[in-house]
């Protein structure tokens, strides 16, 4: 029933409508954020779109938006006021986000900013919500048994649908909120995990695993990708002590500076998780824009070392899409002129 009600409300006319009246006051723009692809029939994963979706979700938006680049972001007069502006960008720099994703890109003539964690891609290790959710989802796991470490004796619904995932969604939530996967808690359950379904894991990581350093510059030569940065170590930079997070923020900058021929402007904070210390420090690292996860429209006024993006999951039908779309869109009419 609110899947239908979310159909309803999404339809593109209505996004349509909503974008004419927004753009009378300038013109109206939405930043969407993806992870990752798989091939159709691979196991689904919380945000892992299938190949066929994606593809699909570009057709819808090329029917109600223009699509942006991150340029055009500081070029006001590019921008289209007519219909509505759509950035996308993709977090976190797996593999398929060349494979699978660019190549529909380039056939939708979408340009997307990419935020690559260079750590991973220097060691070409998985990241570590994979090596939780890869067995969980492969092997069809109804129970993960934490306990020992502090955490829950979780239990997954068995249809893989929604409520699976707001299973996994809280396994996952509980790790994050006691540290990075350094901490001895998160540290000793990922080994537990792995100990009990390393070895049926790994035959799935590969076509999951991050981007190699040649694959980093592939993907930047391409006319429709931009590379920004997602952190050295793709962890919570709140729970940086000062060091670690200027680390963190410079050396991922100078790494794909290295990669790509010119430093990054652009940021994503991973989970987007981000305090007034991190947004200063990234800005002290020469980034101009952060990005964060929560939903929002970009405009001229957002902070900059706060702006909002709309999350894209693979359990996202496309009526969801344009729910989300259209709720921002009414939400911005009901706000102070940009």
Request: no cysteine.
């Given at each position: 029933m609110l899947e239908a009600v979310k159909s309803m409300i999404g339809q593109p006319v209505l996004t349509r409508g909503l974008t004419r009246a927004g753009g009378r006051g300038g013109p109206v723009v939405a930043v969407l954020c993806y992870h990752d692809l798989r091939e159709d029939g691979d196991f689904r994963n919380w945000l892992r779109l299938s190949v066929t979706d994606f593809d699909r979700h570009l057709t819808w938006l090329g029917r109600v938006a223009r699509f942006i680049a991150p340029e055009d972001l500081d070029a006001p007069e590019r921008l289209a006021r007519d219909r509505l502006n759509v950035m996308l960008t993709f977090d976190d720099?797996?593999?398929?986000?060349l494979k699978l994703a660019l190549p529909l890109l380039a056939a939708h003539r979408a340009p997307a900013l990419f935020f690559v964690s260079t750590h991973p891609v220097q060691e070409q290790?998985?990241?570590?919500?994979?090596?939780?959710?890869?067995?969980?989802?492969?092997?069809?796991?109804?129970?993960?048994?934490?306990?020992?470490?502090?955490?829950?004796?979780?239990?997954?619904?068995?249809?893989?649908?929604?409520?699976?995932?707001?299973?996994l969604e809280r396994l996952l939530v509980d790790l994050k909120r006691v540290g990075n996967q350094d901490h001895p808690r998160v540290a000793g359950a990922l080994a537990h995990i792995t100990d009990l379904h390393g070895a049926a894991a790994a035959e799935h990581l590969q076509r999951f695993r991050p981007l190699s350093e040649g694959e980093v510059r592939e993907l930047a030569r391409s006319p429709w990708a931009r590379v920004g940065s997602h952190s050295h170590d793709h962890v919570l930079l709140t729970y940086l002590d000062d060091a670690a997070l200027a680390m963190n923020l410079a050396e991922s900058r100078r790494i794909l500076a290295g990669l790509t021929g010119s430093p990054p402007t652009d940021l994503a904070y991973p989970n987007g998780?981000?305090?007034?210390?991190?947004?200063?420090?990234?800005?002290?690292?020469?980034?101009?824009?952060?990005?964060?996860?929560?939903?929002?429209?970009?405009?001229?006024?957002?902070?900059?070392?706060?702006?909002?993006?709309l999350m894209?999951?693979?359990?996202?039908?496309?009526?969801?899409?344009?729910?989300?779309?259209?709720?921002?869109?009414?939400?911005?009419?009901?706000?102070?002129?940009?």
């Open positions: 720099g797996y593999v398929n986000n290790q998985p990241f570590w919500p994979d090596l939780v959710l890869t067995p969980v989802q492969a092997l069809r796991l109804e129970r993960l048994d934490l306990t020992a470490f502090g955490f829950a004796d979780y239990r997954f619904r068995a249809a893989d649908d929604g409520d699976r995932w707001e299973d998780t981000w305090d007034a210390r991190v947004a200063a420090a990234t800005r002290e690292a020469g980034y101009l824009r952060a990005w964060t996860s929560s939903p929002g429209l970009f405009t001229s006024v957002t902070p900059r070392m706060a702006l909002p993006r894209v999951g693979g359990y996202d039908s496309l009526g969801v899409l344009g729910f989300v779309l259209n709720k921002q869109l009414a939400l911005g009419l009901a706000s102070p002129r940009r």
